[in-house]
């Protein structure tokens, strides 16, 4: 079984930083590409960020230029950096990966439990 743990959210003022953590644990697994989302109350969840395990990252338009996504393979672990932040950020922001579990089992999808963020204008 593969446990994704999001840590780093929390209540930042406009313009702030924060810095995302979300690292996977568990036995006999690799993790192909890990993204994050956000859901804002009242809206559906949406994608943030991703990055493919050879360091390829994509952004939602909203966040090009303030968010950077990056990972560390030896660790499992991914990060999101969010600078410049706004109000309309704010979000629960969840971790997601595609971890291949081998051959019998293939690729499954995990979520992490999700993170609070909070940017006060």
């Known amino acids: 079984q593969v446990q994704l743990v999001e840590s780093g959210g929390g209540l930042v003022q406009a313009g702030g930083s924060l810095r995302l953590s979300c690292a996977a644990s568990?036995?006999?697994?690799?993790?192909?590409?890990m993204y994050w989302y956000h859901q804002a109350p009242g809206k559906e969840r949406e994608l943030v960020a991703s990055?493919?395990?050879?360091?390829?990252?994509n952004y939602a338009d909203s966040v090009k230029g303030r968010f950077t996504i990056s990972r560390e393979n030896a660790k499992n672990t991914v990060f999101l950096q969010m600078n410049s932040l706004k109000p309309e950020d704010t979000a629960v922001y969840y971790c997601?990966?595609?971890?291949?579990?081998?051959?019998?089992?293939?690729?499954?999808?995990?979520w992490g439990q999700g993170t609070q963020v909070t940017v006060s204008s």
């Open positions: 568990g036995s006999s697994f690799s993790i192909n590409t």
């Open positions: 990055i493919t395990v050879g360091g390829r990252a």
């Open positions: 997601n990966a595609d971890i291949w579990l081998g051959p019998k089992m293939g690729v499954k999808n995990y």
